[in-house]
Nanobody, 122 residues
Framework: QVQLQESGPGLVKPSQSLSLTCTVSGGSITTKSYYWSWIRQSPGKGLEWMGA???????YYNPFLKSRTSISRDTSKNQFTLQLSSVTPEDTAVYFC??????????????WGQGTQVTVSS
């Protein structure tokens, strides 16, 4: 069974960059046909898919966040990372990483991390 665990700072100052890492166990991020996604949920809002990196390292981004988002990976550590730049209080959310079996025509989630709270505040 694949397990995912998010890690990173819980508090980020406005205008700074947010960096989160997802550590995967029980499976490889280079396994063909899977997409490794970042998703967030802000207070009172639904889930927002932010982007993904696939088994070969190709990245996909939510067009509304693309200008501020970067997803990368470290295959030696079986980890993938989210960087979100120029954060504002509106980026306060619970951030999740997940394994997906497809992105189109709709995202199909297979496994989720437990989520990590990130608060943007001075």
């Amino acid at each position: 069974q694949v397990q995912l665990q998010e890690s990173g700072p819980g508090l980020v100052k406005p205008s700074q960059s947010l960096s989160l890492t997802c550590t995967v166990s029980g499976g490889s991020i280079t396994t063909k046909s899977y997409y490794w996604s970042w998703i967030r949920q802000s207070p009172g809002k639904g889930l927002e898919w932010m982007g993904a990196i696939n088994y070969s390292g190709y990245t996909y981004y939510n067009p509304f966040l693309k200008s501020r988002t970067s997803i990368s990976r470290d295959t030696s550590k079986n980890q993938f990372t989210l960087q979100l730049s120029s954060v504002t209080p509106e980026d306060t959310a619970v951030y999740f990483c997940a394994r997906c079996s497809r992105l189109v025509p709709q995202i199909e989630y297979e496994d989720w991390g437990q989520g990590t709270q990130v608060t943007v505040s001075s």
